[in-house]
Every structure is written in C-alpha cells, then in structure tokens.
C-alpha cells in the first residue's frame, strides 16, 4: 500500500506520561470495561497498544491477548508525520476470534482511523461483543464531530498535543528517569546535549 505522509494538527509542546499515571488510568479502564462484563480476549494494536493491553490484561486476569500490527505514523519521534491511511501486517496473528467477547486495546487516539479500521478487521472475524479502550486521545488530531466517547468505549485521558509514553524513545534515545507526576510538559526538541558516550 502506498501512503503519503500527513502533518500533525497540533504544534503544542508535547507531554510525557509516566509510568504511574499510565497505571492509574489502565486501573481505570479494566475497572470500567469489567463493570460491562469482562472480556474474554484482549487484543493490542502493536507497537504501543500492546503495553497497556497487557496491562489491562494483568488486571482482569485475562491470559487470552492477541496483537495485530496496524501503523499509521511514518516514523518515531515527536510530532512524526502521518501516513494518509493506517497499514496492517500479518492479520493472521488474531487467530480464531469467532465468537469471542473481545476488548480492542491501544495507547493513542488521534483521528480514530487506526482503531477503526482494526475494529472493522476484528468485527470481520465472528466476534460476539467487541469494546475499544484507549490511554489517551489527542484532540488536536480528532477530526470528527463526534466526541470520542461516541466512537471509543473507554477513553483514559484527553489531550491536544503529542504524546510521549515512558517506553517509547526519545530523538531516537531512551528518556533518562520518570517523573513522579502523571504527566509532565516536555521541550521539543530535547534541551540536554547528547554526547556519543549517551550513545552506548
């Protein structure tokens, strides 16, 4: 599939999650998707949905986690540009969802397109219920005129800038520490020099 690449909506200094406040809001949303009846599957959208699927596994006592492979960000990094539609690999990795209740699980929402087009992947597989459940939506990207909560079952947080999770690198290097706060505003580009000693 050919894409081309789409600027992000927001040019506001990104935040950067922590490891805490993400397991505040996983708490949350295994508390609020049990609450509705708990699944019997959790699927993650790799790369970053698979963290908190796992997650929210953990606290549901679901050992049933699938993943599937769906980008639509051309590269890592701050502000990464976007591909004009998301792109799946290896569909197959789902296995036999035929009649399974199932909670589609991903870090961020920002239009919606990738976890639409995967819940419309899931659906095609004979599941019997599926919910969605995302950390964090970033507004700046949302697009429709619904709110999110109208198109996402369960939304952890909102926002209106980029977002920067605990496991993902930072200018292609890993973060040095975690904040104690649940979020913390972060400079773009990343003011701290970096030697070829960091590099290591």
């Given at each position: 599939?050919?894409?081309?690449?789409?600027?992000?909506?927001?040019?506001?200094?990104?935040?950067?999650?922590?490891?805490?406040?993400?397991?505040?809001?996983?708490?949350?949303?295994?508390?609020?998707?049990?609450?509705?009846?708990?699944?019997?599957?959790?699927?993650?959208?790799?790369?970053?949905?698979?963290?908190?699927?796992?997650?929210?596994?953990?606290?549901?006592?679901?050992?049933?986690?699938?993943?599937?492979?769906?980008?639509?960000?051309?590269?890592?990094?701050?502000?990464?540009?976007?591909?004009?539609?998301?792109?799946?690999?290896?569909?197959?990795s789902l296995g036999?969802?035929?009649?399974r209740d199932v909670?589609?699980?991903?870090?961020?929402?920002?239009?919606?397109?990738?976890?639409?087009?995967?819940?419309?992947?899931?659906?095609?597989?004979?599941?019997?219920?599926?919910?969605?459940?995302?950390?964090?939506?970033?507004?700046?990207?949302?697009?429709?005129?619904?709110?999110?909560?109208?198109?996402?079952?369960y939304v952890g947080?909102?926002?209106?800038?980029?977002?920067?999770?605990?496991?993902?690198?930072?200018?292609?290097?890993?973060?040095?520490?975690?904040?104690?706060?649940?979020?913390?505003?972060?400079?773009?580009?990343?003011?701290?020099?970096?030697?070829?000693?960091?590099?290591?």
């Open positions: 599939m050919t894409t081309s690449a789409i600027t992000p909506a927001s040019t506001q200094v990104p935040i950067r999650l922590t490891w805490s406040g993400i397991e505040e809001t996983v708490r949350e949303l295994a508390v609020r998707a049990d609450g509705e009846g708990r699944p019997e599957t959790v699927v993650g959208i790799m790369r970053g949905g698979m963290i908190p699927a796992v997650m929210i596994a953990h606290q549901l006592g679901i050992r049933d986690v699938r993943t599937i492979e769906v980008t639509h960000t051309a590269t890592d990094g701050v502000n990464a540009a976007k591909t004009s539609a998301p792109a799946y690999r290896n569909p197959a036999d969802l035929a009649g909670l589609l699980v991903d870090d961020i929402a920002g239009s919606g397109a990738t976890l639409e087009r995967t819940r419309r992947m899931v659906e095609a597989l004979g599941i019997r219920r599926l919910r969605t459940a995302v950390l964090t939506v970033n507004l700046a990207n949302w697009n429709t005129p619904e709110a999110p909560e109208q198109r996402i079952d947080e909102r926002t209106d800038t980029w977002v920067i999770f605990p496991w993902e690198a930072g200018d292609g290097l890993l973060a040095a520490g975690t904040p104690a706060a649940g979020q913390e505003r972060v400079p773009a580009p990343r003011a701290a020099a970096v030697t070829d000693a960091d590099r290591s």
